[in-house]
C-alpha cells in the first residue's frame, strides 16, 4: 500500500516562499514519475510540475521562474519550492505518483494574502 503526505503548507504573504513536501511510503520505485497538482475553490484540479523518474520536468506556465520541483529517491520525498508567491496561487497542493495505479496525497492548504 502506497500513502503520500505532503507538508509544507501555510499562510504566506505575497512575494513571499514556502517549501512543500511530499513523503511516500510504501514502495515506489523511482522510475515512477510524480507531480504537484493545486485545487483552488470552485476550481478544477489543475496540474503545477512534474518529474519523471529520469528527471524530466515540466512546469505550468505561469509558475516557471518561481517554482522548483525536486525529488530525492532516497528518502522517498518529492518538493516543491515556491518563491515569488501570489494571491493567485492560493489553492490545496496534492501530490501524485504514477506509480501502480496511481496514487494521491490528502493535500495541504497554501494560502498567500496581499
Known amino acids: 500500500q502506497v500513502r503520500l503526505v505532503e507538508s509544507?503548507?501555510?499562510?504566506?504573504?505575497?512575494?513571499?516562499?514556502?517549501?512543500l513536501s511530499c513523503l511516500a511510503s510504501g514502495?515506489?520505485?523511482?522510475?515512477s514519475a510524480m507531480g504537484w497538482y493545486r485545487q483552488a475553490p470552485a476550481r478544477q484540479r489543475e496540474l503545477v510540475a512534474f518529474i519523471t523518474g529520469?528527471?524530466?520536468?515540466?512546469?505550468?506556465?505561469?509558475v516557471k521562474g518561481r517554482f522548483t520541483i525536486s525529488r530525492d529517491n532516497a528518502k522517498n520525498t518529492m518538493y516543491l519550492q515556491m518563491n515569488s508567491l501570489e494571491p493567485e496561487d492560493t489553492a490545496v497542493y496534492y501530490c501524485?505518483?504514477?506509480?501502480?495505479r496511481g496514487y494521491w496525497g490528502?493535500?495541504?492548504?497554501?494560502?498567500v494574502f496581499s
Open 8 to 19: 509544507g503548507g501555510g499562510s504566506v504573504q505575497a512575494g513571499g516562499s514556502l517549501r
Open 27 to 31: 514502495t515506489i520505485f523511482s522510475t
Open 54 to 62: 529520469g528527471g524530466t520536468i515540466s512546469y505550468k506556465y505561469s
Open 96 to 100: 501524485y505518483t504514477t506509480w501502480d
Open 106 to 111: 490528502q493535500g495541504t492548504q497554501v494560502t
